[in-house]
Structure formats: C-alpha cells, structure tokens
C-alpha cells in the first residue's frame, strides 16, 4: 500500500534561513510519481513539483530544490533563503502509474512552514 | 479560461439534511476528483472519475454519491450529513488522468455539519 510520511509537523524559522521539509514514502511500484504542493494561508493548493521514480536527478526553480534519493525512500524539499511568502502548509503526495494515473494522489499530511521576519 | 471552480465556498448544514457541492472545470480535463483534508490529515481521495459516465471510488467514499454526466461537471452529494463530514472539501482535474499529468485543484468548500 502506498503512504506518504511528513514526519515534521511545523517548522519554524527566521527570514533568509535555509528550510528543508522531509518526505519519505512507501509503495511496491517501481514505476511511480511524487509531487509537492503548497497551501498558503488563503487555501488554495498550488503545484510545485512532479518527479518521476526513473529520474532521480535533483532540481532547482529559483530558491527552490528538491532531492529524490530512492535508496532511502525520500524527496526533500529545500527552500534556500526562506521568505515570509512561503509561510505555508506544504504537501507531499504519491502516484502509482498502476493505480490508473494522478487522479489517485495519496497525501502526507504536510508541513507548516513559518517564515518570520 | 476559469480553471477549476467550486461553489459554494462556505456551508453549514444540520445533521441529516443533504446538499451537493459543486465542481466544474473548463479544461477540458477528462479526469475529475474530489478530495477531503482534514486537520493533520493531509488531503484524502473521495471518490474520482476517468470520464464521462464513469466514476470509482478512494480511500473514503463513505456518506458521499458522485456522478459524472458531462466532462465538465463532477458534483459530490451529501445524502444526509454528519458531523464527521465536517472538511474542506477539494475537486480537481487533470488532462488524461495520467500520473505525468498535473492536477488542478479548485479554491475547496468549506463545510461544517453541526
């Protein structure tokens, strides 16, 4: 079965810090897809990421990366020089392509990113 | 282009009375969900739908009817609700339904059954 552990339920931390939000899950597919989301205060879910289980090559967008290591299970999300704007509830989900495709995501129950000034 | 929209945005209900919340998209996203989250629970699969006339079931279909009668509209029925309905509820869309596919999700429906 699948599941998805955020194991850190609220971070905390000043402006300009480095953050980084653990995601570790589990499934028996070896062909699979992990996403992250962003809920900001307003509600909305917005996408951030999507990586397939073939492509374990890290990536960077701006002050955001991510690092899929599928020896441990996981795919981090670091935010470099952290902001106020990313005061968030970050989610990470799975997909199994043999579970008929996105529509099927499987959540962790996500992170609360505090960015103080 | 509206994306994917839900209404209402808020509703309290009695216990026992029904209601449907309404999801459409103008994506022309053949694949439809709709989701709950709960506090500390993440986001939880109700019910989703391949297409047109066809529709399974998540992880808590329970208390919840869908039926897809156009590729538009996915709308998700409360029969007779309860307390633990109480959520915030998320549809959402994508092109194919594929896992490479990107899911859209609607602002949500809160939702509170007193």
């Known amino acids: 079965a699948q599941k998805v552990t955020q194991a850190q339920t609220e971070i905390s931390v000043v402006e300009k810090e480095d953050v980084t939000l653990d995601c570790v899950y589990e499934?028996?597919?070896?062909?699979?897809?992990l996403f992250w989301y962003k809920q900001p205060p307003s509600g909305e879910l917005v996408f951030l990421i999507r990586?397939?289980?073939?492509?374990?090559q890290n990536e960077i967008s701006g002050r955001y990366s991510w690092n899929f290591q599928k020896s441990t299970s996981s795919f981090n999300f670091t935010i470099t020089a952290s902001q106020v704007v990313d005061s968030a509830v970050y989610f990470c989900?799975?997909?199994?392509?043999?579970?008929?495709?996105?529509?099927?995501?499987?959540f962790g129950k996500g992170t609360k990113l505090t960015v103080n000034p | 282009n509206a994306g994917v929209t839900q209404t209402p945005k808020f509703q309290v209900l009695k216990t026992g009375q029904s209601m449907t919340l309404q999801c459409a998209q103008d994506?022309?996203?053949?694949?439809m969900s709709w989701y709950r989250q709960d506090p500390g629970m993440g986001l939880r699969l109700i019910h989703y739908?391949?297409?047109?006339?066809?529709?399974d079931q998540g992880e808590v279909p329970n208390g919840y009817n869908v039926s897809r009668s156009t590729t538009e509209d996915f709308p998700l029925r409360l029969l007779s609700a309860a307390p633990s309905q109480t959520s915030v509820y998320f549809c959402?869309?994508?092109?194919?339904?594929?896992?490479?596919?990107?899911?859209?999700f609607g602002p949500g429906t809160r939702l509170t059954v007193l």
């Open positions: 959402a869309s994508s092109y194919s339904g594929g896992p490479t596919d990107t899911q859209y």
């Open positions: 499934t028996r597919d070896t062909t699979y897809y």
């Open positions: 990586r397939n289980s073939f492509d374990e």
């Open positions: 989900a799975l997909s199994e392509a043999g579970q008929g495709g996105s529509e099927k995501l499987v």
């Open positions: 994506m022309n996203h053949e694949y």
């Open positions: 739908s391949v297409g047109a006339g066809i529709t």
